[in-house]
C-alpha cells in the first residue's frame, strides 16, 4: 500500500500545530482530514494545505460519531488519528501568566471545560474511528500532550518549568492524556496500533500568545515522526524532537 494512499485524521487542524501537522502529512502523499470547529475555518485551512475540511467538535458526541460516519461513507477507513484538539482554558496568554490556572482559585467550571476537550473529547474520537483505524494495516494514533504533562519536570523546584504558575487545568489535563495514551496503548498494543502521546514544545501559536520560539514546522516535525512509524516503532512513549520526555 503507498503511502499516498494513507488517511490521516487531524483534529483542531484548521490553525497552529495541528494545521503544520496536516500540511506536513499532505506533503508526504496522505490524505489528510483537517479536522475543525468552523466549518469555515476548517475549509479555509484545508484548500490550503490540500487536504479535506471535516466538521468536528471534539466535546459534542453526536458531532464526533457523525464526523467518524463521513470518514467511513467517503474513505472507508483511518490509517493516522492525531488529537490535536486542545484547549488552555486561559485564552491566549503566556503560560507564565495564567493566573486563572492556579489550584487554590481555579475555576471548577474552567478544569472541566478543558477536560472535556483536552481528555474526555480525545476518548469520545478515538473511540468513535477506532473501527475505521483496526481496518488500517499500520494504524497510529498520536495525542498531542505537552511538556507541562511530566510530573518528574513540574516536580523539580530547581527544573526548567520552576517558573510557570501551578496549574490545577491545562498541566494536569495534559497529565491524563499522557495516562490515557498508556491505556489505549496498552489495549491495543495486540492489534498493532501504535499509540504514543508528543510534547511538541514551546511553539508559537495563539494558545500562548505567541510567546513560544519553535515554529509551527518545528513543533509538528516530532508528531508527523510518531504518526509514520514503522511496525518496529515504539508503543505506550511521550516523545520530544529530542527524544523520551520523562513521565
Known sequence: MGEQQKVALVTGANKGIGRGVAEQLAALGMTVLVGGRDPRRAEEAAAAVGGHAITLDVADAA?????????????????????????????????????????????????????????????????????????????????????????????????PFAALLPSAAYSPSKTALCALTVQYANELRKDGVLVNA????????????????????QGAAVVVRLATLGPDGPTAGFFAEDGPVPW
Open 198 to 217: 508528543v510534547a511538541p514544545g514551546f511553539v508559537d501559536t495563539d494558545s500562548n500568545n505567541h510567546t513560544g520560539f519553535l515554529t509551527v514546522a
Open 63 to 159: 458531532g464526533v460519531r457523525r464526523a467518524a460516519r463521513q470518514i467511513e461513507d467517503r474513505f472507508g477507513r483511518l490509517d493516522v488519528l492525531v488529537n490535536n484538539a486542545g484547549i488552555t482554558g486561559s485564552g491566549q496568554v503566556d503560560p507564565a501568566d495564567a493566573r486563572d490556572q492556579i489550584p487554590s482559585t481555579v475555576d471548577l467550571d474552567m478544569v472541566r471545560a478543558v477536560f472535556e476537550t483536552n481528555v474526555f473529547g480525545v476518548i469520545a474520537v478515538t473511540n468513535a474511528v477506532l473501527p475505521l483505524l483496526r481496518r488500517s494495516p499500520a494504524p497510529r494514533i498520536v495525542n498531542v500532550s505537552s511538556h507541562a504533562a511530566s510530573l518528574t519536570l513540574t516536580s523539580d523546584p530547581d527544573g
